[in-house]
């Protein structure tokens, strides 16, 4: 779609988290690499604890700076963010890249209205009076569909249903048009139905805005309506990703094969599920090989022994496994003989 | 005589409703000691007593609410447990102690402040405004915002530390704000709990200290309390209760709106 001399969006490379305590080192990312293009969905897919939410925090530092440790390079729109300190940081956030949480319940703060925490945003960002700000909250509100939004202003957030709670969020977080949304989960806490709604008016926004969005999930329904491209999380590593429909439809990771086969689709009633047998590895002590191998019906001993390499299959297709075949220069993998 | 006098010859419930009816109209009745009108003594009392309690308040309160916040931002750090060893020691030290050990150190020893007394020249002409006057304020102040500060920087340290820890932090960071503009959401997300420990004190101060100003004789409630008991001064005692149970619950009362005014949860 793009051309590859444009720098890209977001551009991060081997990015390693650690959180250090007294007690242990828990390995939360490990060598991430993974690139964003303006105006591009990319959804990070995995189960609780693979280290989507914490690579996400770390684009936009979020992460308590005494206890974590990030070492890699994470640049957005060319700015080193790892770099950034006081008054340069506080612009970013907020300005450059904005964050919506998944939990709409307690992200917003509770005594002041929702008129107000948007209105500071933007009045921190564009130096603009509080009135100004205000008037843009307004705006802002019916951007994103918020009925009677005139006096959802003035409204504290506990006064607000949790769908109408996520629209504040996010108009909160579109305040000065980032560049970068990252949405951590953002549907999850909603009920089907809002989750939907407010999954539609993100995609909506995000097409209108141009803007690019990195948007964490472990729903797969949820992947599959809003994302432009893939990437599939197990233990802190990226095991493979790909554009939506590749990787939906074509997996060749063992772990995105298993975790689409574990879903519900179709007529499936009287029929097992099939899960994906044993729980994911303790991040304090990592296998040596891979991090999915004591749980993948096709490891064998070499599996467990090394880290498999990123498996190039073809344009941004990569994946993480030894069981897996490179592409050869014609890019379409799986139809060439070994 | 005195019996009649005093109104003691009729019926306990009758005596009562009697002291009530004119209490209602404002008469407190005769101090039996000397004389004079419960209102006089206890207003002028009262009015001593705020005095030093309103130093206190404004010392100790402002003291604790920042040294609590510094140590809520750094819970585990050395300041952190410095700070808490000082709330240890402002609610574990009795007062009264440290009251008759600061006399003998400031006043006694080093002798720059004066030990006992309100001014130079008695209550009537104190002013609190002049230095010299001040002086006598100093002490009794120090004393009487020690128990205070220990309780408000405990309270505060958790509030502040227990906000710290909710998610909205993470969203205020991630929308730039600076780290003074937080601290403001995040002291006002905590003042509601701190708030209703400061009501409880303000209206221990108010009430005055029996204790300590009986050692710095300070003319206050207190020591007129004091003196009642000693000489059983029966209507100065119950006009002086009943004013200060006035003022306890008053308090509240303002605290509890005041609460409702922060946060808008507590409303319905």
Same mark, same amino acid.
């Given at each position: ?92 956030? !907020? !300005? ?65 249903? !949790? ?176 | ?268």
């Amino acid at each position: 779609m793009t051309t590859e001399t444009k720098t890209p969006l977001v551009s991060v490379r081997d990015l390693n988290v650690k959180f250090v305590s007294r007690e242990a080192t828990v390995n939360a990312v490990n060598d991430v690499s993974l690139t964003v293009q303006h105006g591009e969905v990319l959804c990070i897919i995995g189960e609780s604890g693979s280290g989507k939410s914490v690579s996400m925090r770390a684009l936009m530092r979020l992460l308590p700076e005494r206890r974590a440790v990030i070492s890699g390079k994470l640049a957005v729109d060319g700015q080193d963010v790892l770099a950034l300190k006081g008054k340069e940081l506080a612009a970013f956030r !907020g !300005g450059e890249a904005a964050m919506i949480f998944q939990e709409p319940m307690t992200a917003l703060d509770p005594v002041y209205t929702v008129g107000h925490q948007i209105a500071e945003t933007v009045r921190r960002h564009t130096g603009c009076s509080f009135e100004e700000g205000l008037a843009r909250a307004l705006e802002l509100l019916e951007l994103v569909k918020v009925p009677s939004a005139k006096r959802r202003l003035n409204a504290f957030p506990h006064e607000l249903s !949790g769908g109408l709670r996520q629209r504040a969020m996010i108009a909160l977080a579109l305040s000065c048009r980032p560049k970068l949304l990252l949405a951590d989960e953002p549907t999850t806490a909603l009920d089907a139905t809002v989750q939907i709604q407010v999954l539609i008016l993100m995609r909506k926004l995000q097409q209108e805005l141009g803007m690019g969005m990195i948007f964490v999930t472990h729903d797969l329904g949820v992947a599959a309506e809003i994302a432009d491209r893939v990437a599939v999380m197990y233990a802190g590593r990226i095991v493979e990703t790909g554009t939506v429909q590749e990787v939906l439809t074509d997996p060749k990771h063992p772990y995105t094969k298993g975790m689409l086969s574990s879903t519900v689709h179709g007529n499936m009633r009287g029929q097992d599920i099939e899960a994906i047998p044993g729980s994911p590895p303790d991040l304090r002590a990592l296998p040596t090989g891979c991090s999915f191998g004591p749980r993948c019906a096709f490891a064998d001993s070499h599996c467990l022994e090394q880290l498999p390499p990123e498996v190039m299959l073809g344009n941004d297709r990569l994946a993480r496994c030894f069981k897996v075949d490179a592409a050869p220069a014609a890019a379409d993998a799986g139809s060439v003989p070994a | 005589m005195v019996k009649k006098a005093y109104g003691f010859d009729k019926p306990i419930a009758v005596q009562y409703g009697i002291w009530l009816g004119k209490v209602l109209t404002g008469d407190f009745g005769m101090s039996i000691a000397t004389g004079r009108p419960v209102t006089e003594e206890l207003f002028r009392a009262l009015a001593n007593t705020v005095m030093l309690s309103a130093g206190a308040v404004i010392a100790a309160f402002s003291l604790a609410f920042v040294i609590g916040t510094f140590a809520g931002y750094r819970v585990g750090t050395p300041s952190d447990r410095a700070v808490t060893g000082i709330a240890v020691i402002g609610v574990s030290i009795p007062n009264y102690w440290l009251a008759i050990v600061l006399v003998i150190i400031f006043a006694v020893e080093l002798n720059v402040l004066p030990a006992t007394g309100m001014g130079p020249r008695g209550s009537e002409t104190f002013n609190p405004f002049q230095w010299d006057h001040f002086k006598y304020l100093i002490l009794p102040i120090i004393t009487l915002s020690l128990i205070p500060i220990g309780i408000i920087t405990r309270t505060t340290r958790s509030a502040v530390a227990e906000v710290l820890n909710q998610d909205f932090v993470e969203t205020l960071r991630a929308k730039g704000l600076m780290e003074a503009e937080i601290l403001l959401h995040v002291v006002k997300n905590a003042l509601p709990q701190v708030l209703a420990v400061m009501g409880l004190q303000f209206g221990y101060l108010m009430g005055g200290s029996i204790l300590v100003e009986t050692i710095f004789t300070w003319p206050g409630t207190g020591f007129l309390l004091n003196k009642a008991i000693l000489t059983r001064d029966l209507p100065v005692l119950q006009g002086t209760i009943l004013i200060l149970a006035i003022i306890f619950v008053t308090t509240n009362l303002v605290i509890d709106l005041l609460q409702t005014a922060v946060d808008p949860r507590l409303k319905r």
